[in-house]
């Protein structure tokens, strides 16, 4: 199941030092391991490559001090991931910033959309 965007609100991308952040497209693949267990799994919930969804993993688990992510190597098992216990702080910090950020500006984007005319309609 792709992630499906949405309508109005705000894109929350936090910059933690030059070169590393943390985004919805980042946050959503962390979330998507902690419910699938699956690297692969996550990706193709948002409509990803594994390449991708794994490069996007190995960069997260190197701009922090300790990896986000576990992954174990498939097998006659299969493997899995899992978020480490920073993942998990680092998710959960990130969707209370998104989650206040989105309540403070509210009232403002109610207003603005009232402005906002539907490209659809221009056409």
């Known amino acids: 199941m792709k992630s499906k965007a949405k309508k109005t609100g705000i894109r929350l ?5 030059p070169g590393a952040m943390l985004g919805p497209g ?3 693949l962390l979330e998507g391991i902690k419910a699938t267990g699956s690297i692969a ?9 594994y390449k991708r969804a794994w490069t996007l993993i190995e960069t997260l688990n190197t701009e922090f001090k300790v990896p ?3 992954a174990a190597k498939g097998g006659a098992h299969g493997g ?32 603005l959309t009232k402005y906002c005319c539907d490209i659809a309609r221009r056409k």
């Open 80 to 111: 899995g991931s899992t978020l480490t216990e920073l993942g998990e702080e680092v998710l959960a910090r990130y969707r209370s910033m998104q989650r206040r950020a989105e309540a403070a500006i509210s009232a403002d984007v109610k207003a």
């Open 13 to 17: 991308r936090v910059l933690l030092e």
């Open 68 to 70: 986000l992510v576990t």
């Open 26 to 28: 980042r946050a959503d």
């Open 41 to 49: 799994a996550a990706g193709r919930r948002m409509g990803m490559s």
